[in-house]
C-alpha cells in the first residue's frame, strides 16, 4: 500500500525539479522558492525513511545559501549541477532511499559546484576560480567588506579571462535619501516599465542578429534602447544602471562603426548584460512595490570590466579570444557535454546549431507594422467588459420581456436587430482589447531553445507560425511555465544528438515547430518535433508496471501514449535517460486544465512527436452543458464532459451496499449524486430515471447524475460576490431568464465525494 | 472600512448621529447608516449556492452582477417567515476579502430614512450571553420608539468572512 507520506515526498522532489528548470541566473526569488521547497521536504513526515535522502536535503540546502550569499557562483551551470542533484534524489526515491551509484554521483556532482561537507573540512570552501580570495566560511556570516573583495577579485579574474563574471553581487545600500531616484516615484515607475520593454526587445532583436550578423540596421534597434535606458537612467540618477548601460552602449557603438565585428563574444555580453540590467530593474519595481528596504546596490563592477574587456580586445583577434572564452566556460562543464561546432563559414560560432526561423508568406514584411496603441489601467479595461457584459444580458431581457415580445411593430423589430447587432459588435470589441498577440511568450521561447541547444548540444532548429494569434491577457502568464516544459522536453527528449539523427538519415539540426492558430473558438498551441517520438512500447509496460492497465489491454498508440499526462509517470524513466529530471506531464496537464484547455500527444516512433494544447479564448466564458436538478440549474464545463447517457439497470452496482457503481464501455465509474451533495430535491431519485453525465478530472471518471440535460451554451463567468473558494462551485452566471446559474468546479466535486467515504478506482494513489 | 464606518466607531454616543434607513424583522426596528446603502430592491427569485451557512440564502443577479443574500432573520436566529410584496432586499456595501463587496440583506420591510441625533443613541445594553451585542453600534431612541442601530461591517462582513473562511 503506498502511503501518503512518501507521495508527499514525490510530489515534492517533483516541485523541486520543475523549479529548479525555472531558474535563471540572476533570478534570486526563483532560488529563494528553491530554498522553501527543499526546506519543505526536510519536514515532510516521511523523510525520516530516507536517511540518504535526508542528508542529500541537507547538503542542497547548503549550497543554495551559499549560491544566494553569492559565495558561489550564480552561474548556469551550476544550476544546470543542481538540476542533477535533484535529479539524483529522485533516483535514491525511486529505489527506495538505496541507490549508492545515485548517491555517489550526487555527492560528485555537489562537489564541482563547490560544496564541502562541513564535517570533513572546518568549513573552508575551495573555490576553482578565486583560490586568493580570503576563505570565506560556508556557514558563518560573511562581512560585507570580504564579499566585496571577493568581488574586486573576480572581477578582476574576470577582466583577465575575458569570461562572463559569474552571479551578481550586492553592495550595501546607500541610506535612503541618498535614493534620489525615489522622488519622483511616477518617473520611475515610467521608466520600469519601458525599460523592461525595451530589454525585451534588445533580447529578440540579439537572437535575430545571430542569424544575420551583418544587419546594421539590427545592430541599430540593440543600440536605440541601450541610449535610451542610458538617457532616463542618467537623468533618474540610477548611477549603476546608467554605467552599465553606457558601456555596453560604447561597445555597440564600436559594432555600428565597423570598429568591432560582431562575434558571438558581443552577442553573449548584450545578452547578459541584458539579462543583468532586468535583475537591476525588476529590483527597483519591488523598491516601488515593497518600500525602499527592498533596494539592492548591486555591483556592476565586474560586468562593466568584461565589457570593457571585450570592447578593447582586437576586433581582429575575436574569434581566437571566444575560443578562449568557450574553452574557459567548457572547462568548468561536466565532461560529457560536447558543444559542436559549426562547420558553416557564417563567422558567428559559439551557438552549436541553433537557429530560430519564422514561417512567413511569401513577400510578407519582415515586422508586421504596429498600430499606435495607448496603455489603458487592466481595471478600467475589465470593468467595461463587465459593463457590456451586462448590456448585452439586459438587452436580451428587455427583448424578451412579455409586454415587448408581443408587439409587431416592424419598426420596433428592425430597431430591436440593430440593438442587438450594435451590442454584439461592442461585446467582441470590448473582448479583444483584453487579448493580446502570444507573440511575446513565443520570443521566450527563442532564448529557450537557444540555451537549451547549446547546454544539450542538439542543434535545433525553432520554427514559429502564428505568433499574431491572440489570446486572453489573463492566460498568458499560466501558459508560460506549461509552454516552457514542453519545449524543454520536446528539445531535450525529442530532438536526437546530431551524430544520432545522420545515423537516421535525418537532417543534422533538428527542427521544433511551434505554432498557434485559432479553430472552433479555441486557441490551439501546436509543439512539433522531428525526433525520436514517444518510446510506446515502454509507455504500456511502465503501465501496467503501475497498474494502470491490464495485461490485456488492447489500447490504441494513441491512448497509450496520452498516458504519460497521468500523475506518476514521468517522463525520465519511460522516454529517454538523457536527462535526469523526472518531471511528469501532469504538472503540464494541470496547468493546461485549470485554463480550461486540454492537451494530447501524438507520436510517432522515429519520426517525432506533436503535443497539442487547446485553449478556450477567453477566460471569461466557458463552454457549458446547462443540466438541471430539481428547480435549480448548473453548467458543466464542456471540455470535461465526454459524455451521457440514461443508465440502465444492468449496469447499475452497489458497492458494500453504499458506493453506487454505473458501468460504461467497461469502466466502473462512481456515481455522484449531484442533488445529495448540493441539497436540493431531486424529480428522480433512481439513477436510471434520471440522466448521467461522465465526467473526467485528472484522469478520474465520474458519473455526475443529474435531472435533466438543458442544452449547450457559452456563459460569462461570474465571481460569486464576497462567496469564493465554495467546494465544487467554480462560479456563477447570468442564465438567458435573468437568473444565476451556477457553474460546477469539477476538482471540488470529486474531491467532497471522495471524502464522503466513497470507494476510489483501484490503483489509485 | 469605509469613511462612514470609521466615523461610526468613534466613542459611542459621539458622531454617530446622522441619517440611517430603518427596516422592520417582526416587531423589531432596525437602522444602519445610510451611506453603507447602495440601494433597495424587491425579492427576486434567489439560486441557492451549496456548502453554505443557513443564513446565506442564495445569489441574485443584480443588472448582471452576483451578488449574495443574507438572510437577516436566519443570522440573528428569529423565526422565518413567508415572503410578501413587503419583502425587501437592501443592498450594502461591506469590506470583503477583496476589497469592497456588495451583499443583499433580505428583510421584512423596509421603513424610512430617518436623522438620529448623538444624543439620541445610547450605548449598546449588556444582554449577558443570550444576545451578540458585538454587532450593536448603539440604540436609537426616536419619539419613543427603539431602533437596533446595526454596524454593517460585522454583521455582514465579518461573518461572510469568517463564515466561509471555516468551510475551506
Redesign the interface.
Known amino acids: 500500500m503506498a502511503d501518503k507520506s512518501e507521495a508527499l515526498i514525490a510530489a515534492q522532489l517533483d516541485e523541486m525539479a520543475l523549479k529548479i528548470m525555472m531558474v535563471e541566473p540572476g533570478d534570486l526569488s526563483v532560488v529563494g522558492e528553491l530554498v522553501v521547497l527543499v526546506e519543505g521536504l526536510q519536514g515532510l513526515a516521511g523523510i525520516d525513511k530516507y536517511p540518504a535522502l535526508r542528508k542529500m536535503g541537507l547538503a542542497l540546502r547548503a549550497v543554495i545559501g551559499q549560491i544566494v550569499m553569492t559565495e558561489l557562483p550564480d552561474s548556469a551551470e551550476n544550476y544546470e549541477r543542481l538540476g542533477q542533484c535533484i535529479g539524483q534524489m529522485q533516483e535514491v526515491y525511486r529505489k527506495h532511499g538505496e541507490d549508492e551509484a545515485a548517491e555517489k554521483s550526487f555527492a560528485l556532482v555537489i562537489s564541482q559546484i563547490g560544496y564541502v561537507p562541513l564535517s570533513e573540512d572546518e568549513g573552508e570552501v575551495v573555490k576553482g576560480a578565486t583560490t586568493e580570495d580570503p576563505p570565506p566560511t560556508a556557514n558563518g556570516p560573511q562581512s560585507a567588506a570580504a564579499r566585496h573583495k571577493s568581488a574586486k577579485a573576480v572581477a578582476k579574474a574576470a577582466g583577465a579571462s575575458g569570461g562572463a563574471p559569474q552571479g551578481l553581487r550586492i553592495l550595501e545600500s546607500p541610506p535612503v535619501e541618498a535614493m534620489e531616484f525615489l522622488q519622483d516615484p511616477e518617473l520611475l515607475t515610467g521608466f520600469v516599465g519601458e525599460t523592461l520593454e525595451h530589454l525585451e526587445s534588445i533580447e529578440v532583436n540579439v537572437l535575430e542578429l545571430e542569424d544575420n550578423p551583418g544587419d546594421l540596421e539590427i545592430v541599430n534597434k540593440i543600440f536605440r534602447p541601450f541610449h535610451t535606458i542610458k538617457g532616463v537612467a542618467g537623468f533618474l540618477n540610477l548611477k549603476s544602471v546608467q554605467r552599465l548601460a553606457h558601456s555596453t552602449e560604447n561597445l555597440l557603438d564600436d559594432v555600428r562603426n565597423g570598429v568591432h565585428a560582431m562575434d558571438a563574444q558581443v552577442i553573449d555580453v548584450v545578452l547578459k548584460v541584458g539579462d543583468f540590467l532586468k535583475t537591476m530593474v525588476e529590483n527597483l519595481k519591488s523598491v516601488l512595490t515593497d518600500g525602499p528596504e527592498q533596494y539592492k546596490n548591486y555591483d556592476i563592477s565586474d560586468y562593466v570590466a568584461w565589457v570593457e574587456t571585450v570592447q578593447t580586445g582586437s576586433s581582429t583577434g575575436g574569434g581566437a579570444e571566444s575560443v578562449a572564452a568557450a574553452a574557459s566556460v567548457s572547462a568548468a562543464t561536466p565532461p560529457d557535454i560536447i558543444v559542436p561546432g559549426r562547420s558553416s563559414g557564417e563567422g558567428v560560432d559559439g551557438d552549436p546549431g541553433f537557429t530560430p526561423s519564422t514561417a512567413r508568406g511569401p513577400g510578407a514584411p519582415q515586422k508586421a507594422a504596429v498600430g499606435d496603441s495607448i496603455k489603458v489601467d487592466v481595471e478600467k479595461l475589465d470593468g467595461l467588459v463587465?459593463?457590456v457584459?451586462?448590456l448585452v444580458?439586459?438587452q436580451t431581457m428587455v427583448r424578451s420581456n412579455p409586454k415587448i415580445a408581443v408587439l409587431s411593430d416592424p419598426k420596433l423589430i428592425k430597431d430591436f436587430a440593430q440593438l442587438a447587432r450594435i451590442t454584439s459588435e461592442l461585446q467582441k470589441t470590448a473582448m479583444s482589447m483584453r487579448m493580446v498577440p502570444i507573440r511575446q511568450t513565443f520570443q521566450k521561447m527563442i532564448r529557450l531553445v537557444r540555451d537549451l541547444s547549446k547546454k544539450t548540444g542538439k542543434e535545433v532548429n525553432l520554427v514559429m507560425e502564428g505568433e499574431e494569434t491572440e489570446i486572453d491577457r489573463n492566460m498568458v502568464d499560466s501558459i508560460y511555465d506549461p509552454l516552457v516544459h514542453m519545449m524543454r522536453n520536446s528539445v531535450d527528449h525529442g530532438v536526437q544528438p546530431p551524430a544520432e539523427r545522420e545515423k537516421m538519415g535525418k537532417p543534422r539540426s533538428g527542427t521544433v515547430n511551434l505554432r498557434a492558430y485559432q479553430k472552433g473558438g479555441n486557441m490551439v498551441i501546436e509543439i512539433e518535433d522531428d525526433g525520436q517520438g514517444l518510446n510506446t512500447e515502454k509507455i504500456r509496460r511502465k503501465a501496467i508496471e503501475r497498474g494502470l492497465i491490464q495485461d490485456s489491454d488492447k489500447s490504441s498508440s494513441y491512448e497509450l501514449n496520452n498516458l504519460i499526462f497521468l500523475p506518476g509517470f514521468s517522463t525520465a524513466d519511460q522516454i529517454t535517460d538523457v536527462s535526469g529530471r523526472g518531471v511528469g506531464m501532469d504538472v503540464v496537464k494541470k496547468a493546461v486544465e485549470k485554463l480550461r484547455g486540454k492537451v494530447e500527444a501524438i507520436s510517432e516512433p522515429g519520426k517525432g512527436s506533436l503535443f497539442v494544447i487547446r485553449l478556450p479564448l477567453t477566460m471569461a466564458i466557458i463552454d457549458g452543458i446547462i443540466v438541471r436538478v430539481g428547480s435549480?440549474r448548473y453548467i458543466i464545463p464542456t471540455t470535461a464532459i465526454q459524455e451521457s447517457l440514461k443508465p440502465r439497470p444492468e449496469n447499475y452496482n452497489t458497492v458494500q451496499g453504499k458506493g453506487e457503481t454505473l458501468m460504461v464501455r467497461g469502466a466502473v465509474l462512481p456515481i455522484i449524486r449531484l442533488y445529495k451533495?448540493?441539497?436540493?430535491e431531486p424529480v428522480y431519485t433512481d439513477p436510471c430515471e434520471a440522466i448521467v453525465v461522465v465526467v473526467e478530472y485528472e484522469g478520474r471518471q465520474r458519473a455526475i447524475m443529474v435531472d435533466e440535460l438543458l442544452g449547450k451554451q457559452e456563459v460569462v463567468i461570474?465571481?460569486?460576490?464576497?462567496?469564493?473558494?465554495?467546494?465544487?462551485?467554480a462560479g456563477?452566471t447570468?442564465l438567458g431568464d435573468?437568473?444565476?446559474?451556477?457553474i460546477l468546479d469539477l476538482a471540488g466535486i470529486v474531491q467532497?465525494h471522495s471524502g464522503h467515504g466513497v470507494v476510489e478506482e483501484a490503483g489509485e494513489a | 472600512m469605509g469613511a462612514a464606518s470609521a466615523a461610526v466607531d468613534t466613542s459611542v454616543g459621539q458622531g454617530l448621529g446622522g441619517k440611517y434607513l430603518t427596516f422592520s424583522l417582526g416587531k423589531e426596528e432596525y437602522g444602519i447608516v445610510i451611506t453603507k446603502v447602495r440601494e433597495i430592491i424587491g425579492i427576486m427569485e434567489i439560486t441557492a449556492v451549496p456548502h453554505t451557512p443557513d443564513f446565506i440564502k442564495g445569489v441574485i443577479n443584480l443588472r448582471g452582477r452576483v451578488i449574495p443574500i443574507v438572510e437577516l432573520r436566519m443570522k440573528f436566529g428569529m423565526e422565518l417567515k413567508a415572503y410578501d410584496d413587503r419583502t425587501c432586499i437592501i443592498v450594502v456595501d461591506v469590506p470583503g476579502p477583496t476589497g469592497t463587496v456588495q451583499v443583499g440583506m433580505l428583510v421584512d420591510s423596509v421603513s424610512e430614512v430617518m436623522n438620529i441625533a448623538s444624543q439620541d443613541i445610547e450605548p449598546p445594553p449588556d444582554f449577558g450571553v443570550t444576545t451578540d451585542a458585538e454587532n450593536i453600534i448603539g440604540m436609537g431612541k426616536i419619539k419613543g420608539k427603539l431602533k437596533i442601530l446595526l454596524d454593517v461591517d460585522r454583521v455582514i462582513g465579518r461573518t461572510l468572512a469568517s463564515s466561509l473562511a471555516s468551510l475551506k
Open positions: 463587465n459593463a457584459g451586462e444580458i439586459m435549480e451533495l448540493f441539497q436540493v461570474k465571481n460569486l460576490g464576497g462567496l469564493s473558494d465554495i467546494p465544487g462551485v456563477g447570468i435573468g437568473r444565476v446559474g451556477l467532497s
